[in-house]
């Protein structure tokens, strides 16, 4: 009886707390990058902060999706993925993101 209960209860909670998620990833919307000096790249990192692994560097005008943004030290960083390959995900700097 408990597992009858438990169980859709259990996938309504899940199901909430994923519905919220994607709609705050929708609120933030799409952006480019943008003000990196010629020769640069934006580096998309592993996490929040200078300290973890560079995974790729992102030209001007790399189409991204803003997921979430969060405060570390006296940068906000934003946990996108690329537009045209939503697999790949990491954090970037705010200063660098222009709404489009």
Same mark, same amino acid.
């Given at each position: 009886m408990r597992s009858t #209960? !438990? +169980?859709? +209860? =259990?996938? @309504? $909670? @899940?199901?909430a707390i994923v519905e919220a998620e994607t709609a705050a990833a929708a609120s933030l919307g799409r952006y480019v990058v943008f003000g990196v000096e010629d020769g640069d790249m934006l580096k998309l990192r592993a996490g929040p902060g200078i300290g !973890?692994? #560079? $995974?790729v560097g992102l030209p001007n005008g790399t189409a +991204?999706?803003?997921?979430?943004?969060?405060? =570390?030290?006296? =940068?906000?960083?934003?946990?996108v993925s690329l537009q045209r390959a939503r697999g790949l995900k990491g954090y970037v700097s705010w200063a660098y993101l222009q709404k489009i």
């Open positions: #209960v !438990f +169980l859709p +209860l =259990t996938a @309504l $909670i @899940l199901g !973890f692994n #560079v $995974i +991204l999706r803003v997921h979430s943004c969060e405060q =570390t030290g006296g =940068t906000r960083w934003c946990r």
